[in-house]
């Protein structure tokens, strides 16, 4: 997978620039380094680089794309039947040493001492968020020197409709709830272990964010058939009981947790978007698409609440056309608004530094929404939740008007 000269130049992308805010993203099944996610990921890059926020900070917006072997068969029906071989690749990617040195490269460059302005944020999808959260579990664990979790050089992880099983996220969630409780009035994870004492975590700013849409059948329904068939074939019966983190003493079968992913076991989801209703946007709001995200990421959250401002229908889509991304495209505004407003909301099992997350339709639709400006807008509002503004807002220097030249008559 590992490519050093890619490696190479990525990292002098990253060196040249001033003010990095850097997204790494790792594709799911079915994709590669040329098929369409790759438009995808380029018209997000781009459309973030777009806005106010971005340009008026002079903030460089860098988008890595890390390309594994997600596609084998492209025969339509015979290619579902990669389900096994292509999960196997993923775990293969995420044991290797590669892909975590990757990473953590491209992150400490991002965050080298002369940068004016620094973010690293990690993005994985399907079986991309199977390599993502496999490949930073163990660095999430790790303790540094002075005895705090995460070290790690990069921000910000958050994984789309995971498709990796539940065993390792809940013994990751098993781990944390054993190092941390929830103070409701510092609204924080603070240490229970005498190693960690008088570390804090803020509440809104976890570890790892698994974000699950409601109506993923691939996730839902496909993987739990998949691994069925593979457990069957391999004459696997037998399952010990396992340990259901923050329920104490009550214990289930693993299976329940081989089967499922994390955003579908109801012995893991942690957190719900619930709806708040129709809203009227916020004013002075400059961007010419997404509307939403602006208002999301311009002003600090409060109570964990976001807007969306789009119709979930796709038209997002129509900016690649055959795998291709044209940034001169004009894109208008889609005409078809709808502003609401949603909340995360904590709803039971174990409340640690590590968020699964049930996402409605209306946000991420499918297996694959995860490009849709109501996901992208919600994607921002994490971001300034993770990255609170000191001063509350963003304040953009005004904008110069533009001087007519001078005609002097000799």
Not at 55 to 68: D, E, F, H, L, P
Not at 269 to 288: M, R
């Amino acid at each position: 997978m590992l490519d050093t000269s890619q490696l190479g130049a990525a990292l002098q992308v990253i060196g040249k620039a001033e003010r990095p805010l850097l997204f790494v993203y790792i594709h799911g099944w079915q994709n590669n380094a040329t098929s369409g996610d790759v438009c995808r990921f380029e018209h997000f890059i781009d459309t973030m680089s777009r806005f106010p926020e971005m340009t008026g900070r002079k903030i460089n917006v860098i988008g890595v794309y890390i390309a594994w072997r997600g596609r084998d068969l492209t025969v339509p029906g015979l290619n579902l039947l990669t389900f096994w071989s292509r999960k196997s690749a993923g775990q293969i990617v995420a044991s290797q040493n590669g892909c975590l040195a990757a990473i953590s490269e491209l992150a400490l460059a991002a965050r080298a001492p002369e940068k004016k302005y620094h973010h690293c944020v990690l993005l994985g999808h399907s079986f991309g968020g199977l390599v993502l959260g496999s490949t930073i579990s163990h660095s999430i664990l790790d303790a540094g020197s002075n005895g705090v979790r995460n070290s790690s050089p990069w921000d910000m992880a958050v994984a789309f409709n995971s498709a990796d099983s539940s065993i390792g996220s809940r013994q990751l969630m098993a781990e944390l709830n054993y190092l941390y409780k929830y103070d409701e009035k510092r609204h924080a994870y603070v240490a229970r272990t005498s190693l960690e004492s008088g570390v804090v975590i803020e509440e809104n700013r976890p570890f790892l964010i698994i974000l699950q849409s409601e109506n993923d059948q691939a996730t839902g329904q496909y993987f739990p058939i998949g691994t069925t068939v593979y457990n069957t074939v391999n004459l696997r019966f037998h399952w010990d009981k396992v340990s259901v983190p923050g329920i104490h003493g009550h214990k289930v079968s693993e299976r329940e947790f081989y089967t499922r992913t994390p955003g579908n076991n109801p012995y893991l989801v942690n957190y719900h978007v619930v709806p708040l209703g129709q809203t009227a946007p916020p004013p002075d709001l400059v961007a010419p698409e997404n509307k939403a995200f602006e208002a999301n990421i311009r002003q600090n959250v409060q109570d964990q609440t976001f807007y969306t401002s789009e119709r979930n229908d796709g038209h997002e889509n129509r900016f690649c056309r055959n795998g291709s991304y044209n940034p001169d495209e004009v894109r208008p505004t889609t005409g078809k608004e709808l502003w609401r407003r949603w909340q995360f909301v904590y709803s039971g099992n174990a409340r640690v530094p590590c968020w699964i997350v049930r996402v409605p339709k209306d946000i991420i639709w499918g297996h694959g929404g995860l490009w849709s400006d109501n996901s992208v807008a919600m994607l921002g509002a994490l971001f300034r939740m993770h990255f609170p503004l000191e001063g509350g807002r963003i304040v953009l220097p005004p904008q110069r008007p533009s001087v007519p030249p001078r005609i002097c008559n000799s």
